[in-house]
């Protein structure tokens, strides 16, 4: 027990030494609503690493979790310009959900077996800015390219064969509002937040 303290102790110690800034910034997204949380905490000069929450509240509801790892130019993580790299996981509702996916073969009705929720795995590039005031305030903005994996089919064999063309549109119909949601390929943020 003694060497359990001692090490996390020591973990604490070593963490406080050398955490030279921590960041709490959270924004919203207009386009496709949603609101975003983030934790950075900076090492060395010039890097930082952290965690992005989205909550996706229209459309393909749910939530992204991301880490990220930036670089800043200016050789000082509370400010200036950054490369940033991200990756994550994210879990969404389906468009359409367990009464629009109910059809008739003529005998049964057919319903979709595989959830109402998908998981979606992907990361970003980016580059952006920083800005810390003397008080704490950050505002910061994020501009990039992100890649998502789409939603997967949300129907079972026998709704397959019971209306392929209906499966086959629903899904195309989710996908494209996918891309136009949660996975649209350009990644613009603007957050607000305090430096501690």
Do not use: C
Request: aromatic share 16%; no cysteine; hydrophobic share 40%.
């Amino acid at each position: 027990m003694k060497k359990i303290i001692l090490l996390l102790f020591i973990l604490a110690l070593t963490f406080n030494v050398s955490a030279q800034s921590n960041s709490l910034t959270a924004g919203i997204g207009l386009l496709n609503t949603k609101v975003r949380m983030q934790y950075e905490h900076g090492f060395g000069d010039m890097h930082s690493t952290g965690a992005n929450l989205g909550l996706y509240l229209q459309g393909n509801t749910g939530q992204r979790l991301e880490g990220f790892y930036r670089i800043y130019f200016g050789g000082d993580n509370e400010k200036g310009m950054f490369f940033q790299a991200t990756a994550g996981a994210g879990m969404f509702s389906y468009i359409f959900d367990e009464e629009d996916l109910l059809i008739n073969d003529g005998v049964n009705f057919l319903y979709n077996d595989d959830g109402d929720k998908f998981t979606s795995f992907g990361g970003s590039i980016g580059m952006g800015g920083k800005i810390t005031s003397r008080g704490g305030f950050v505002f910061e903005s994020t501009i990039g390219f992100q890649i998502w994996t789409p939603p997967s089919s949300n129907f079972n064999e026998t709704y397959i064969a019971g209306d392929p063309t209906y499966a086959d549109l629903n899904d195309g119909v989710n996908t494209a509002l996918y891309y136009l949601g949660p996975g649209f390929p350009l990644r613009f943020q603007m957050k607000f937040g305090y430096n501690f």
